[in-house]
């Protein structure tokens, strides 16, 4: 026997965890299935899975054999997200032309794609051949399919409809990608400036400073430095003798800001923070609301129960802020009342946001008003991106010249103390 981990939804599109002692994980689905659950993952718990590494560099020799037998635990390539896409898309093909299921996912994994999607699909291949559905089939791989990708697949069979709603993920991956590209471009530009600025910083007060501070002792005659450039001296100084505490405390630094981060209220904390940042804040907000109308939108539109997609869509926010507003509007549901009432008390979505999903809820189209505003979202993302980008530039270009141009200015004051005091005549000269 073997004890396995699962995660599964009861009827309700509540989460339950567990574990079950059988002899595979076909079983263990088959069982979780007879008890009314779908398992959205199952996996071998935590020592069954260190007891089989264990065997990695041990040889069981044979005896009477010239042979050794050595367990090497197999190497998991990551499947990268556009593979995921690309595969979702050609199998969305594949069905709408009437190809049958297994014959498609062979033909997908027999071209020359991604070689770790290449294994997920073998095994995909048998756990249907075993029995499975293919959204459980799929579930058994979280890393590569998440449980909205599962979800929806599942609706799809359901439904009979799966083509249509491969498609319908394909093309939300599609957005979903495009989306996050435009706000990771964004923010990649003002992080290289500010890289580029503390590199500059940390050469100029290491190595050229203290070679001018040399120049100017041997210059200045006793003369007394300017008070400006003494205090870049200084600045110089402090970092040269205390460089390894200083590098010592930003890595401590961002490794406590990291614990910090992963403890709810600290997530709680740097979420609102992140949303009240001048200017990135507003794109980061309008991000967050074109994702999560995206998700929770496709679905509903592909037959997912409204309990369960909140339960999904809250585990995809990525923002603490937005999960606890899902979580309110999924008990809101559950006890028959509104969307709208928990979403307008979060403070998170946008008044225009919450009056197009009240529309969207008493007009009986809510999925498609909240595509509607993913798609408006989106492009409002794009303009403020652009727009913020376009500021971006002309202030970090300030920021660093005023950087590089104060050390320069410092660093000049004495040389020009030193030719006016070279051209002042001497009083014994002039007589």
Do not use: W
């Not at 197009?356 to 492009?379: C, R, S």
């Amino acid at each position: 026997m073997t004890n396995f981990s699962y995660i599964a939804l009861d009827s309700r599109g509540r989460e339950t965890r567990g574990a079950l002692a059988v002899e595979s994980q076909l079983e263990a689905v088959r069982r979780l299935k007879e008890m009314g659950f779908f398992p959205t993952s199952v996996t071998a718990s935590r020592a069954e899975r260190s007891a089989r590494e264990l065997t990695f560099g041990r040889g069981t020799a044979r005896r009477g054999l010239f042979r050794t037998s050595i367990g090497i635990p197999r190497f998991r390539a990551r499947v990268r997200s556009r593979a995921v896409l690309t595969f979702t898309r050609q199998m969305a093909t594949l069905l709408e032309a009437g190809m049958p299921l297994t014959r498609g996912l062979k033909l997908i994994q027999d071209q020359d794609c991604d070689p770790g999607l290449r294994r997920v699909i073998a095994e995909v291949l048998a756990s249907i051949e075993g029995g499975s559905s293919f959204s459980e089939a799929l579930a058994f791989h979280p890393r590569v399919f998440n449980r909205l990708y599962v979800q929806m697949v599942k609706a799809g069979e359901l439904s009979g409809a799966l083509d249509v709603v491969l498609a319908r993920l394909a093309t939300f991956m599609e957005k979903a990608h495009r989306l996050k590209s435009r706000v990771t471009t964004a923010m990649v530009y003002p992080a290289a400036v500010l890289c580029v600025a503390v590199a500059v910083i940390v050469l100029l007060m290491v190595v050229l400073v203290p070679k001018f501070e040399e120049i100017f002792n041997g210059l200045m005659n006793g003369r007394p430095l300017p008070a400006f450039t003494m205090m870049v001296i200084n600045f110089s100084r402090l970092m040269q003798q205390h460089f390894v505490a200083l590098l010592a405390g930003v890595v401590v630094t961002f490794f406590g800001v990291k614990l910090l981060l992963g403890t709810p209220p600290g997530r709680a904390m740097f979420d609102r923070l992140k949303l009240r940042l001048p200017g990135v804040g507003t794109v980061i907000r309008k991000a967050i609301v074109a994702r999560v109308t995206r998700t929770l939108g496709t679905l509903l539109s592909s037959g997912v129960p409204i309990l369960q997609a909140l339960n999904i869509v809250k585990e995809t926010a990525s923002n603490a802020l937005v999960s606890r507003a899902l979580a309110d509007v999924h008990t809101s549901v559950r006890e028959g009342e509104t969307v709208t009432i928990p979403l307008k008390a979060s403070g998170v979505f946008p008044a225009v946001v919450i009056g197009m999903v009240d529309v969207g809820e008493q007009t009986g189209a809510l999925p498609e008003m909240l595509l509607k505003i993913a798609d408006n979202y989106d492009e409002e993302v794009d303009d403020a991106t652009s727009a913020m980008t376009s500021l971006l530039e002309p202030v970090m270009i300030v920021f660093l010249a005023l950087v590089v141009g104060t050390i320069v200015v410092a660093l000049f004051l004495p040389i020009i103390d030193i030719m006016i005091n070279s051209d002042t005549p001497r009083p014994d000269a002039a007589e």
